[in-house]
């Protein structure tokens, strides 16, 4: 538990202030009987000890409530203690009103011994709340704190009432009443040092004055002891000074703040305190006396044993529970498996004994398509079933853990690299069985980094980076598993730094877009700009898409960066139509981005903010979209539309897409891949295919655009099959955004109008 920091300043002057408002009653309640006429005990000064010990009181109890009211973490324990503080003035009102209205002495014990006695409970209930550990339940309160004034009326019994039961001609309850309260007020005093010596309290002010307190109040209390003689309360102002300095002490140490706190350590004191109260019971019904006092003995001695069987039970339950909850901790919720932290944790013991150890790393490949493609679901069944396969193959010695993601571990014993290869190699095979998920046959992939126990190593990171410095290679090289290589380590370090500083170039603006022209095959006017991305690194010059893509996808990057480029490229597209021009932006979307469902609406913001319309942009995207789900590809389409925002089927021809799908899909435009512009002029059947692909195009009534038109000829052949956009270094090659505008008025003043003739491109540039 906290120790009271959540308190507010301005709560903390109030509890000061109430604080010492107390002590000025206190002071002037003691003045009064300096003046007041008749004798110590007479009715004048005790009405005015009832008046000054009721103000005094109301303003403690008040100072805890305003800091229980302002400090959420210690306001159970505070509202406790205001409980047993209330319960104790009570009795003490109860007794000072007899003595101060009775014509005739008030015996002791009087009727108000009950609230003194049960304000002991909140009392202690109060310490053992107040103090860092887990929060109690009300039942396991309560036995605790009967178990702690059971314990010191067992010893009060035995081994201080039967000694003085011959001293005084008193009852035996009388007597044991009388040395209850000092002994319960030590007690009391020992848990706080006990406390402090466990570290459940700071060594501090607070904890100081809370001992102080409970000693103050053991000596106040041990005039009960002069009450067996005179067969009367003693009473003396000094009696109720020490009373009053002892509760304003404890309310005053109750609230104060605490600048440091502590966090929770192992509860060892409980089941000390536990065992030492059941001792001193035990011991008490062995060493039982006859007669009246064994009876005095005998009850709280079976009271302390019942609540500490009974608290004995509730920590065994606590103890089932938190060695479920390790379980649990050291699981992974979504396979059964061990998890990251189980494996560590075993990897370091088998590391301590200095066994033998092999570690793998497996990590899936092409996860985070099926993610993003099929969704959450689809992916977690793929994990799943990874992990009942994994569990299935390997033998029942070897650990199979998942990490976390896609990566699962497995550490065996032995060291035989071999055998740990040929291993993987088996398991791979076993996951490549079809996996059918959601009506789709999927082939599960893995990539696996081998490595074995060394002199060297002293933590099961270690192995753990090791690992995963062979399987990243295993997944460059296509190899499925390999050994850890120390030469490895050269090209991890340069990976993780090219991640590192691709991010840093996404977020400190060194990425940029170039332009590409595409025109009207006929007229050869100007109609879109397609946005390429380019990163301009500090120490290495400008680099084209293929040198970071590929980096930005494994860094996990792609998100980020195709949200930049939606956003600079609708800016530009604003700043192009602000100049008045009248062509259309493209930028392309890898499937990952388009299926995933975060790229779209950030692309539509950005378009609601520059106040754009959705027609000023082009999405090109790629067949594989609608290989991986063609159902989402769709909905993603529909979408698009709605927001009218065109949209182009990219390097079509080089997948697979059926003309029937593609009828009904809301695509404005089929973007031929330069592969069979390429060989336009010297292979007839690439010739066929785009005569017969650009007329399937406008069948469907969408446009034909050929990029990588090389030459002049290319361009008039592409124009004579009625190819509709020409993209490609006849035309331009992509430029900086500085160059867009000059280079746009000179191709508009170079392209005369059309008479229904084919126009050469104009040489600019």
């Known amino acids: 538990m906290a120790d009271g920091r959540a308190t507010t300043p301005r709560a903390d002057v109030t509890q000061r202030r109430l604080g010492a408002a107390a002590l000025t009653v206190a002071a002037l309640g003691t003045g009064s009987t300096l003046v007041l006429p008749g004798s110590a005990d007479g009715p004048a000064i005790r009405a005015a000890l009832v008046v000054t010990l009721t103000v005094f009181f109301l303003l403690q109890l008040t100072r805890l409530l305003v800091v229980a009211g302002n400090d959420p973490r210690r306001r159970t324990a505070l509202l406790v203690l205001v409980a047993g503080v209330t319960l104790w003035a009570a009795g ?27 304000s002991y409970l909140g009392m202690a209930a109060f310490l053992l709340l107040d103090v860092p550990r887990p ?14 004034c059971g314990a010191a009326v067992c010893v009060a019994s035995f081994f201080v009432l039967k000694p003085l039961a011959g001293t005084f001609d008193r009852g035996g309850l009388t007597l044991l009443l009388a040395i209850l309260y000092p002994l319960i007020d030590l007690v009391l005093a020992t848990v706080v040092l006990a406390q402090m010596m466990l570290r459940h309290r700071t060594r501090s002010r607070r904890t100081v004055g809370l001992a102080v307190a409970f000693l103050a109040l053991a000596a106040a209390d041990s005039s009960f002891m002069l009450s067996l003689k005179a067969d009367s309360y003693s009473s003396s102002v000094l009696l109720d000074v020490l009373w009053g300095g002892a509760f304003a002490l404890l309310v005053g140490s109750a609230c104060r703040r605490e600048r440091a706190e502590l966090a ?41 044993l019942v609540c500490a069987g ?150 099961a990171t270690d192995l753990l980076r090791r690992a995963d410095v062979a399987m990243y290679e295993a997944k460059q090289a296509r190899a499925g598993a390999l050994l850890y290589d120390p030469s490895q380590e050269v090209f991890t370090r340069q990976r993780l730094q090219r991640s590192e500083e691709l991010r840093a170039a996404i977020t400190q603006g060194q990425l940029v877009l170039w332009y590409q022209p595409q025109v009207d095959a006929l007229t050869r006017r100007l109609i879109a700009m397609e946005a390429l991305v380019r990163w301009q690194h500090p120490s290495e010059g400008l680099l084209g898409p293929m040198e970071f893509l590929p980096d930005a996808r494994r860094a996990g990057l792609m ?79 529909y979408e698009l539309r709605e927001h009218q925002v065109q949209v182009a089927i990219d390097d079509y021809g080089t997948g697979f897409s059926s003309l029937a799908y593609l009828r009904d899909l809301p695509v404005q435009e089929l973007k031929m891949d330069r592969s069979f512009v390429a060989t336009l002029l010297t292979d007839e059947r690439t010739r066929l295919i785009v005569e017969t692909t650009t007329n399937m195009a ?48 000179r191709w508009a003043t170079q392209v005369p109008p059309t008479r229904g003739k084919v126009l050469p491109a104009p040489r600019i540039g």
């Open 92 to 118: 003490s009102a109860m007794v000072s009103a007899s003595q101060a209205v009775s014509v005739s002495v008030v015996t002791f014990p009087a009727p108000g011994e009950i609230f003194y006695l049960t």
């Open 135 to 148: 929060r109690l339940p009300a039942l396991a309160l309560g036995l605790d704190a009967a178990v702690v």
């Open 264 to 304: 929770p350590k192992p509860d060892l004191q409980r089941s000390r305190m536990l065992i030492a109260a059941a001792s001193v019971a035990l011991l008490a019904l062995v060493l039982h006396p006859g007669g009246t006092i064994g009876w005095y003995i005998t009850v709280p001695a079976i009271v302390t």
């Open 310 to 459: 009974g608290r004995m039970t509730l920590a065994l339950k606590e103890a089932r529970g938190a060695a479920e909850s390790l379980r649990l901790s050291m699981t992974d919720e979504l396979t059964g498996l061990p998890n990251r932290r189980a494996v560590l944790t075993a990897t370091d013991e088998g590391l301590a004994r200095q066994d033998p150890l092999a570690f793998m790393l497996l990590d899936l490949d092409g996860f985070k398509d099926i993610n993003d493609s099929l969704g959450h679901g689809t992916g977690d069944a793929v994990l799943r079933t990874v992990a009942h396969r994994m569990q299935s193959t390997l033998p029942h010695d070897v650990l199979v853990a998942r990490l976390g993601g896609d990566e699962f571990a497995v550490l065996a014993q032995g060291d035989d690299e071999l055998a740990l290869l040929e291993l993987a190699q088996e398991l791979r095979q076993v996951l490549l069985a079809a996996v059918h998920i959601d009506n789709l046959d999927l082939a599960i992939r893995a990539s696996i980094g081998i490595t074995v126990r060394r002199d060297g190593d002293r933590s």
């Open 559 to 637: 998100p980020m960066l195709s949200e930049w480029v939606a956003r600079q490229a609708v800016r530009d597209a604003r700043a192009f139509a602000a100049s008045g021009w009248t062509f259309r932006v493209a930028m392309n979307c890898a499937p990952v981005e388009l299926l995933g469902g975060q790229l779209l609406p950030h692309l539509f913001l950005a378009l609601e903010e520059a106040g754009l319309p959705g027609d000023r942009l082009l999405i090109e995207v790629t067949e594989d979209s609608f290989l991986s789900d063609p159902e989402r590809a769709r909905d993603a389409l």
């Open 698 to 745: 406008h069948a469907m009534g969408m446009r034909l655009v050929a990029e990588g038109v090389e030459d002049e000829a290319t361009a008039l052949a592409l124009v004579e099959m009625g190819v509709d956009v020409l993209q490609g270094y006849h035309v331009a090659r992509p430029m900086p955004l500085s160059d867009v505008d000059p280079w746009v008025r």
